[in-house]
């Protein structure tokens, strides 16, 4: 609760124009954002213009956020929003494309299976990714999620269902191969 209380004065510092205040949130968030960004994206640049992008939205309309609601969730919807916006920017024939070379950016995150799930959860369809990474890695709520993508509860955890199907079915094909 006290998180919510001092993110809730931050918010109002923001409103009168504290820039330091600002940095706060930009500090708070910079990192979800940015790893979040890059799932979506797959793609480093794109990611860090997208989280950049988010924050500018966010300075802009800062005053259009009502108290009362959750402000990671209205921020976050800000960053799909921002994600979105490149994803159709891109050509067609790029759109599915997962950069690996990104990933040296991140050497932990470069180990086989690791690289391999990646992977397996770009190629899930868009909707399902997104639900999927918003609650299994950034550890939204589900209702959260519906209320950032603007779709139903129901729709959420159908996506998280099938997505949660759709990984196991490819660990247990790529275990398969492992053992052959």
Same mark, same amino acid.
């Given at each position: 609760?006290?998180?919510? =209380?001092?993110?809730?004065?931050?918010?109002?510092?923001?409103? %009168?124009?504290? =820039?330091?205040?600002?940095?706060?949130?930009?500090?708070?968030?910079?990192?979800?954002?940015?790893?979040?960004?890059?799932? =979506?994206?797959?793609?480093? /640049? %794109? $990611?860090?213009?997208?989280?950049?992008?988010?924050?500018? &939205?966010?300075?802009?309309?800062? /005053?259009?956020?009502?108290?009362? !609601?959750?402000?990671?969730?209205?921020?976050?919807?800000?960053?799909?929003?921002?994600?979105?916006?490149?994803?159709?920017?891109?050509?067609? $024939? !790029?759109?599915?494309?997962?950069?690996?070379?990104?990933?040296?950016?991140?050497? *932990?995150?470069?180990?086989?299976?690791?690289? *391999?799930?990646?992977? $397996?959860?770009?190629?899930?369809?868009?909707?399902?990714?997104?639900?999927?990474?918003?609650?299994?890695?950034?550890?939204?709520? =589900?209702?959260?999620?519906?209320?950032?993508? %603007?779709?139903?509860?129901?729709?959420?955890?159908?996506?998280?269902?099938?997505?949660?199907?759709?990984?196991?079915?490819?660990?247990?094909?790529?275990? &398969?191969?492992?053992?052959?």
């Amino acid at each position: 609760m006290a998180i919510r =209380m001092d993110e809730e004065a931050t918010i109002q510092r923001c409103k %009168e124009g504290d =820039m330091t205040a600002y940095r706060l949130l930009y500090e708070r968030y910079e990192q979800p954002f940015l790893r979040t960004a890059i799932r =979506m994206l797959g793609r480093q /640049q %794109e $990611a860090e213009d997208a989280v950049q992008e988010a924050f500018l &939205k966010l300075h802009r309309g800062i /005053q259009n956020y009502r108290s009362g !609601s959750r402000f990671s969730t209205y921020f976050f919807r800000i960053l799909i929003n921002s994600c979105y916006d490149i994803l159709r920017k891109r050509s067609p $024939a !790029s759109s599915g494309e997962f950069d690996l070379n990104d990933l040296a950016h991140h050497p *932990s995150d470069v180990t086989g299976l690791r690289v *391999s799930m990646q992977e $397996a959860i770009s190629s899930l369809p868009e909707r399902m990714r997104i639900c999927f990474e918003l609650f299994a890695i950034e550890e939204l709520k =589900m209702e959260e999620i519906a209320q950032v993508l %603007e779709v139903s509860i129901g729709t959420v955890k159908a996506s998280i269902y099938r997505a949660r199907v759709k990984l196991r079915a490819w660990l247990s094909d790529s275990q &398969k191969e492992t053992t052959e």
